[in-house]
């Protein structure tokens, strides 16, 4: 793990990869533009196979390149997580892979492996900026309520944020008994609540404080 958090992926690299998500959709745009529109032919220019003067309509490869290499490293990274985690998949469209993975950023953060996401999507968005003439534009807003608090975590997750957020470090046989007496919710099989594990711990300290 990175950091006392348990992140494969650290907090500003985070926010660095939610910068470039957010330029997904205008590069979709720009993409689509790219692949469907007519280059400038003159006059003397190739003609169709049949041997009229109709000109063909090229098709921008690059850019198609580019578009497919945005869609793949972005289903390969949301399927990585939705794998490691048991999350059910979104749709498979590029746009709604971009906004899920910014909506997930702390899940994927938590992710074994996340570590190498920032460079893969890094790459893909800077060979579609290429491949449309896109300048690089910087804006960085993460999403709502995306924290610790909002995910499921792993045992071991569990511990470092516990630790991270209290100076606490639980032994990992108290986890496994707090969950199975329900003092800790379970999200789904294998993944854990924070708050409830902070509420929990804090209760406990406060009993013994009266005691």
């Known amino acids: 793990m990175t950091n006392v958090d348990g992140y494969w992926l650290p907090r500003h690299d985070q926010d660095k990869l939610i910068e470039l998500l957010d330029q997904i959709p205008d590069l979709v745009e720009d993409l689509t533009i790219a692949i ?4 400038r032919i003159s006059g003397g220019g190739p003609r169709t196979r049949n041997g009229s003067d109709e000109q063909p309509i090229p098709i921008g490869l690059h850019a198609m390149e580019a578009a497919d290499l945005l869609h793949h490293t972005l289903t390969a990274w949301t399927n990585h997580v939705c794998e490691q985690r048991n999350y059910p998949r979104p749709r498979n469209d590029t746009l709604t892979l971009g906004r899920w993975l ?8 938590l992710t074994e492996g ?8 890094q790459h ?3 060979q579609a900026r290429r491949a449309t003439d896109r300048p690089h534009e910087k804006h960085t807003e993460r999403p709502p309520d995306e924290t610790l608090d909002a995910v499921g975590l792993t045992k071991d997750e569990l511990r470092e944020a ?7 470090r639980i032994p990992r046989k108290h986890i496994d008994n707090w969950i199975r007496r329900e003092h800790i919710t379970t999200i789904e099989p ?3 609540s924070l708050p409830s594990a ?4 804090a209760r406990r300290d406060q009993e ?3 005691a």
């Open 102 to 109: 910014k909506t997930h950023i702390i899940a994927l953060a």
């Open 124 to 126: 893909a968005i800077r």
């Open 208 to 210: 013994k404080m009266s």
């Open 36 to 39: 469907s529109r007519q280059d």
């Open 190 to 192: 294998g993944y854990y």
């Open 162 to 168: 516990i630790y991270a957020r209290t100076g606490q």
């Open 198 to 201: 902070l509420d929990y711990l």
């Open 114 to 121: 996340a570590e190498e996401s920032l460079d893969e999507i």
